[in-house]
């Protein structure tokens, strides 16, 4: 089972738009991938646990993770309006 059969047995993927490319990439190693977490929030919650879990397990299988919190991802801005944590 490859990764992104994993990820899809796990109920992680939900679609994808090119399946066979992605799964070629993955396999071929070292690809990069990364998510940020709200730093103005008061503490990360269930959902966050998913994307950290995600990154390990991208990581077990030969990939790089970044997690991301900080100004990077204040700087881009709340996308629900919101102006305060």
């Given amino acids: 089972m490859n990764i992104l059969d994993e990820l899809h047995w796990r109920g992680l993927v939900a679609d994808c ?48 993770p970044i997690a991301l919190m900080g100004g990077g991802t204040t700087k881009v801005g709340d996308p629900s309006g919101k102006d305060e944590s």
């Fill in 17 to 64: 738009t090119d399946a066979e490319a992605l799964t070629k990439r993955l396999e071929a190693g070292g690809t990069s991938l990364y998510c940020g977490f709200d730093p103005t929030a008061d503490s990360l919650h269930v959902g966050s646990m998913v994307s950290i879990m995600l990154l390990r397990r991208m990581q077990q299988t030969g990939h790089r």
